[in-house]
C-alpha cells in the first residue's frame, strides 16, 4: 500500500510541477505567490522567530532569545546556546521545497502512520515574536510545528512531515535533517567568553599562589590597581582578551553538566580564576586539575564542565611584575618633534633647553647658547624608548638608597612651553654593575631599574652634553695661513701671490719653500673651519697638563680673515678706489693632548682651543688629517721618455741599462744583451709614480741618521746632464728611509713598493 501510494504521490507531483512551470512560464513569470506555495512555511521568516522546541524520543531541548541577538538553552540545561547553529536551524525552513504533497482525499485509508507522522521521530516547534505579522496580517498564529517522519522508501533521499495545522502530508528533500537534527553539545555554546573587547573595563587575575591581580581601563590607557597601583602593560591586556575572545571549545571537550564533578575536576579551589568585566557584565573562568595537556574549565553561572589546552594557563597565569608596563615613559613625538621644552633639574644647577621657531634648541639656563640639536633629539628618543628592567621597590620608602631622595636629577619634557610636564622623572644612582640606574616617575611610589646606556651620563653632565658642540668655525675660504706643530717641526703654509676665492694656491713657507699640496690644505682648513667636539669634558681645568697640554701632541694655528658684518662687501671708507677697509686677520690654535685611551690605536683625544678654558674631545680622525703632509709626496718628476740610462746598486748585484743608438734598452752590465718584456720602462714608471707614506725631513742633513749615507742599495736614471737618484736606507718597521735626487728631503716609503721596484728588477735581469 505504501510502496503504491507513493508511485502514485510522484506522478502526481511531476504533473503538478511541469503544469506549474509551463503556465509560469507563460503568464507568471513574477508570481510570488506560485513560488511561496511550493514552500513548506509559505510565509515562515528566520527572524521572526524567538524560540525554539525540539522533542526527539525523550529528549526535549528549548532554546530561547530574549534579546533578537543571542540565544540560551533552558531545557534540558541552562546554558548559553550557540548562535551560529541556532541560525543554521532556523534557516532550513525558509526555503524548505515541497518535492510533493499527499493529502487525504486523494489516499483511500489514510493513516498518518503509514508516513512516520502518527508518532514523529522529530518534533520542532518554532515560536513566533509577540506581534509578529503573518501572511499581511496579524494573525492567531503564534507558533509552526514541524513533525518529521519516515524516509520516503529505502536509499530515498526524501522524508514525510507535515507542517503547522495542515493534514496533508509533504515530501522534501531529506538533506535539511542533517542541519537541524542537533543534540546538546551542537546546541551549546562553543566560545568560552562572548565580549566586545572594547567595552571591558576590568580584569582580574588570580592564582592559588599570590593575591589576585587587579587591571583597570581608564581613557583608553590599563592600570593595575591591586595589590598595588601602577601603569600596566596595555599591550599584554590586549593580548590576554584576544586569546580570551578566541578561546572555543570542541564539542568533543565538554565533558560534564554534573555539579557533584565541581570537586573531582578541582574547580571547587581552581588553580586559577580570570574574571573579565565589561560595561554589561562580569564573566569568570575557573581552571582546575590538569589531564594530559588539558585542564578542566568552567565559567561561573553555567552547568558546562569542558577542557581546553594548557597554554592557556601559561598564557594567563601571570605574575604581577608580568602585567606592569615596561616602558617608562609615554609620550608622542618623533624625535623632538612635538616637543617644546626640556628642562633636566640637578640638586646645584638646572639646565633649560627650549626649542626656537626655526626648530633649533636653545639653552636658556645657565648661559644662554646654542644646544646641539643631534644630543636633545637622542636624549628625547633614548628616554621615550626607555624600557624597565627590574621593578626594584613599590614601598615609596627607600628613595636615599638608591639615589632618589635629595641628589636625584629631575628630568621633565614638555609639549607646550607654559604649560605642565607632559612628562617628568627621576634620576637615582647605578646599580652596583653599573649598567643600570634607578628611576621613578614622579608622583608615584615605584622605582624601577632602566639601562644607564647613552642615558645615564648625558643627563648626568647636563651643560657640558647638551651645549652646542661647534667649537670652531670661519669661512673656510677666508683662511690665509696655516701653522702646524708635530713631531718636532714646525709646518708653515700661507695663501700664494695669485690666490682667488674660486682658484686658490697655497706655499709652505717653512721649513722649505715650495708648492703645497691643495688637497692636504683644504682637509686641514675645512676640518677646523667647522670643528665639531665629540664631547665636551669640561668648561675649564685647574690643571690642563692633566690632559697633555703643557706639551701638546699637535698644535694646529689657523688666520683667517675675520669679516664681521660686512662679510663680502669690500666696504669703502673713502671716496677714493684706492683706499679700502684693512683686512682684519684673526688666529685661532687647537691644541691636541693626550689620548682618552692610551692602549686603543683609535682613540679619541683631549682638544682646546688655545685661548679658550674649554677642554673637549676629538675624534682620532681629526688628528690624522692634522697629521698629513702638507705638500706633494712625490719624488720625482721627469719625463720618462728622455731617459738614457738605469743603474741599479743591490748587494746581490750592479745593473747597468742603457738605449742603444736605435733607442732600445739593452743591459751593459754585468753582461751586454738586450732586455726584454719592456723591463727598463717599468722600472722608470716605478720610480715616477714612487709616493712616500710621509716626510721625516725638509732636508738631506744627517742622513747618517737614516741609514742614506751608506744606502742599502739605489736607483740612478741617467737624463741629459742629471740623474734622478733614489737612495734606500734603514727600515722603520713596514718602511724604509728613502731620499730622492729631486727634493733632498727624508721620506717614509712603504717596504712593498721599493721590494717591487728594486728586488724585482734585479731577479728578473738576473734571469
Excluded at 283 to 293: F, I, K, V, Y
Aim: include cysteine.
Amino acid at each position: 500500500m505504501k510502496f503504491k501510494t507513493t508511485i502514485i504521490l510522484l506522478i502526481v507531483a511531476a504533473i503538478g510541477a511541469a503544469y506549474i512551470f509551463l503556465y509560469d512560464r507563460k503568464q507568471y513569470r513574477t508570481d510570488v505567490w506560485v513560488q511561496r506555495q511550493q514552500m513548506v512555511l509559505p510565509d515562515y521568516k528566520p527572524g521572526q522567530i524567538n524560540k525554539i522546541e525540539m522533542k526527539k524520543g525523550d529528549t526535549t531541548i528549548v532554546l530561547e532569545s530574549t534579546d533578537n541577538e543571542s540565544w540560551r538553552m533552558l531545557e534540558p540545561l541552562q546554558l548559553r546556546a550557540d548562535k551560529a547553529e541556532v541560525a543554521e536551524i532556523l534557516s532550513q525552513f525558509e526555503f524548505l521545497r515541497k518535492v510533493g504533497t499527499i493529502t487525504e482525499s486523494e489516499i483511500s485509508n489514510f493513516n498518518m502512520k503509514e508516513y512516520g507522522l502518527e508518532n514523529p521521530d522529530l518534533i520542532i516547534n518554532l515560536w513566533l515574536k509577540k506581534g509578529t505579522i503573518v501572511g499581511g496580517t496579524t494573525g492567531d498564529i503564534t507558533k509552526y510545528t514541524v513533525n518529521i517522519g519516515d524516509r520516503l522508501a529505502a536509499g530515498q533521499d526524501t522524508v514525510y512531515i507535515t507542517a503547522g495545522g495542515d493534514k496533508d502530508v509533504s515530501v522534501v528533500n531529506a538533506k535539511f535533517l542533517e542541519k537541524i537534527d542537533k543534540d546538546i553539545n551542537d546546541l551549546r555554546n562553543k566560545w568560552a567568553f562572548e565580549f566586545d573587547k572594547h567595552s571591558v573595563e576590568r580584569v582580574r587575575l588570580e592564582n592559588d599562589r599570590s593575591e589576585p591581580v587587579v587591571c583597570s581601563k581608564a581613557e583608553q590607557l590599563w592600570w593595575i590597581t591591586q595589590p598595588l597601583s601602577d601603569r600596566a602593560d596595555s599591550e599584554r591586556i590586549k593580548d590576554i582578551l584576544n586569546e580570551l575572545k578566541n578561546l572555543k571549545i570542541n564539542k568533543a571537550d565538554f565533558v560534564s553538566d554534573s555539579e557533584e564533578d565541581i570537586i573531582n575536576y578541582g574547580l571547587d579551589k581552581p588553580v586559577f580564576t580570570i574574571s573579565i568585566g565589561t560595561t554589561e557584565d562580569v564573566q569568570t573562568l575557573h581552571l582546575g586539575h590538569s589531564l594530559d595537556a588539558k585542564i578542566y574549565a568552567k565559567l561561573d553561572g553555567e552547568s558546562s564542565i569542558f577542557f581546553v589546552h594548557d597554554v592557556i594557563l601559561r598564557d594567563l597565569d601571570l605574575e604581577l611584575n608580568d602585567l606592569r608596563d615596561k616602558q617608562l615613559l609615554r609620550f608622542d613625538s618623533i624625535g623632538t618633534y612635538g616637543i617644546e621644552k626640556v628642562d633636566i633639574k640637578a640638586p646645584d644647577k638646572e639646565l633649560v633647553m627650549e626649542k626656537t621657531v626655526q626648530y633649533d634648541w636653545m639653552i636658556k639656563s645657565p648661559k644662554l647658547i646654542l644646544a646641539d640639536r643631534d644630543t636633545v633629539r637622542e636624549f628625547v628618543e633614548k628616554i621615550k624608548d626607555l624600557q624597565i628592567q627590574q621593578y626594584v621597590d613599590d614601598s615609596g620608602a627607600n628613595y636615599e638608597k638608591y639615589g632618589l631622595a635629595d641628589s636625584a636629577i629631575e628630568v621633565s619634557v614638555f609639549r607646550r612651553i607654559g604649560e605642565g610636564e607632559t612628562v617628568k622623572f627621576l634620576i637615582g644612582n647605578v646599580d652596583e654593575n653599573g649598567g643600570l640606574c634607578y628611576v621613578k616617575r614622579d608622583g608615584e611610589d615605584a622605582v624601577y631599574s632602566v639601562p644607564t646606556e647613552n642615558f645615564y651620563d648625558v643627563a648626568r653632565a647636563g651643560y657640558l652634553a647638551f651645549r652646542d658642540k661647534l667649537v670652531m668655525e670661519f669661512p673656510k675660504e677666508n683662511a690665509q695661513k696655516l701653522v702646524i706643530y708635530r713631531d718636532g717641526k714646525t709646518l708653515v703654509c700661507e695663501t700664494a701671490e695669485g690666490s682667488t676665492m674660486h682658484r686658490p694656491k697655497w706655499e709652505m713657507t717653512s721649513p722649505v719653500k715650495m708648492e703645497a699640496e691643495l688637497d692636504s690644505i683644504n682637509q686641514v682648513v675645512w676640518n677646523l673651519s667647522f670643528l665639531l667636539a665629540d664631547k665636551i669634558v669640561a668648561l675649564s681645568a685647574e690643571n690642563p697638563g692633566d690632559y697633555g697640554f703643557d706639551n701638546p701632541l699637535i698644535k694646529v694655528s689657523i688666520t683667517f680673515e675675520d669679516t664681521g658684518a660686512a662679510a663680502h662687501k669690500n666696504e669703502v671708507i673713502s671716496q677714493k678706489e684706492d683706499l679700502v677697509k684693512p683686512k682684519k686677520l684673526k688666529t685661532k690654535t687647537l691644541l691636541i693632548g693626550n689620548k682618552i685611551e692610551p692602549d686603543k690605536e683609535k682613540s679619541n683625544y683631549y682638544a682646546k682651543v688655545d685661548s679658550e678654558d674649554m677642554i673637549f674631545q676629538v675624534g682620532w680622525t681629526d688628528v690624522r688629517d692634522y697629521s698629513i703632509e702638507l705638500v706633494d709626496r712625490t719624488l720625482f718628476a721627469f719625463d720618462s721618455a728622455n731617459a738614457k740610462s738605469i743603474k741599479i746598486t743591490h748587494p746581490e748585484k750592479k745593473l747597468l741599462f742603457q738605449k742603444n743608438e736605435e733607442h732600445i734598452w739593452q743591459m751593459i752590465e754585468p753582461e751586454v744583451m738586450l732586455l726584454s718584456n719592456n723591463l727598463a720602462d717599468r722600472i722608470i714608471s716605478s720610480m715616477k709614480l714612487l709616493r712616500a707614506e710621509s716626510i721625516v725631513q725638509y732636508s738631506n742633513e744627517n742622513l747618517s741618521k737614516y741609514g742614506l749615507d751608506d744606502p742599502q742599495f739605489n736607483v740612478a736614471i741617467g737624463f741629459e746632464g742629471a740623474d734622478a737618484t733614489l737612495l734606500v736606507g734603514n727600515e722603520a718597521g713596514t718602511n724604509y728611509f728613502v731620499t730622492g735626487s729631486d727634493t733632498n728631503f727624508v721620506y717614509l716609503m712603504d717596504k712593498n713598493k721599493i721590494d717591487d721596484l728594486i728586488q724585482a728588477s734585479v731577479v728578473r735581469a738576473i734571469k
